[in-house]
């Protein structure tokens, strides 16, 4: 049997990744990116009892509350930015989705992904394991049976930028105001085409037991605002038309961030809400 990756703590102890030192920004950055500016807020909502919602941001998982840093430069090791659903509320979705935001980030750190016409077959694969090791963690626990998560991130490298997908969770790229859809919904919906088949209903995302893919696609920082990465407690509650007028009235991340997550709210919290907001800062 192969050898499951070690935890990101364990990891991190053994100097593979040292958060310590805050190596994003004081490593020697072999090339720069634009700046951003990163806000992330995720919420439990109204209906739900736990938030099964998490953040990846930069350095850490988070699973409630606002939070806010800037992105520099891009180290050797990347930088990754994503968003997760425990599915459904499936057994132990909210160790699910902690779960594949750390195993995913231990090992892309730790991937040396320098070569652009490789990486994304290697984060295929890279995501194929870990889903792999999801599914005996699942079966080894019979109170963890059947979890699963989405995951939805982008990965900034020296190589180039990347975004990746499993599930229903978004990113939609900030072009002059507007919010535009790049990933595609895992959903039988979308799959078949037919508007009729309810929304939730996934048809991937880390917890398959069979066909598990992932979306991989290049993004190009230099020629958007930024970007939206968010959970469908976002896309599904918040009225979309007004999440423009939100993005368009403060150049702040962290406010466009409370303002679309109060959108959600305010359309029923019917679920988790959760979001990453960046955005390049102007002038």
Do not use: K
Not at 175 to 193: A, F, K, M
Not at 200 to 210: D, L, M, R, V
């Amino acid at each position: 049997m192969r050898a499951q990756a070690p935890p990101l703590c364990e990891l991190a102890s053994s100097g593979v990744l040292d958060f310590s030192t805050r190596y994003w920004y004081n490593a020697v950055m072999t090339e720069t990116i634009p700046a951003l500016v990163v806000a992330a807020a995720s919420d439990t909502g109204f209906v739900r009892r736990n938030n099964e919602d998490g953040v990846w941001l930069v350095d850490r998982f988070i699973r409630c509350g606002l939070h806010t840093t800037e992105v520099t430069g891009v180290p050797d090791a990347g930088v990754l930015l994503a968003v997760a659903d425990g599915v459904g509320g499936a057994a132990a979705g909210e160790v699910a989705s902690r779960w594949v935001c750390e195993q995913m980030a231990g090992r892309i750190f730790a991937a040396s992904l320098c070569d652009t016409t490789t990486t994304p077959g290697r984060l295929q694969r890279i995501a194929s394991e870990v889903n792999a090791d999801l599914l005996r963690e699942s079966e080894a626990d019979p109170h963890r049976r059947g979890m699963a998560t989405t995951w939805t991130a982008v990965l900034m490298l020296p190589s180039g930028t990347f975004w990746l997908n499993a599930g229903d969770s978004r990113l939609y790229r900030l072009t002059n105001g507007e919010l535009d859809q790049v990933s595609r919904d895992h959903t039988l919906r979308e799959e078949r085409g037919d508007p009729s088949i309810p929304g939730n209903i996934i048809s991937n995302c880390f917890g398959n037991a069979e066909g598990f893919y992932l979306d991989v696609g290049e993004l190009d920082l230099a020629s958007c605002d930024g970007f939206l990465l968010c959970t469908d407690g976002l896309s599904d509650y918040a009225d979309f038309s007004r999440a423009h007028d939100v993005v368009r009235a403060t150049e702040d991340p962290q406010t466009a961030a409370q303002g679309l997550l109060r959108l959600a709210l305010d359309g029923g919290g019917g679920d988790n809400v959760t979001l990453i907001f960046a955005r390049r800062p102007h002038g």
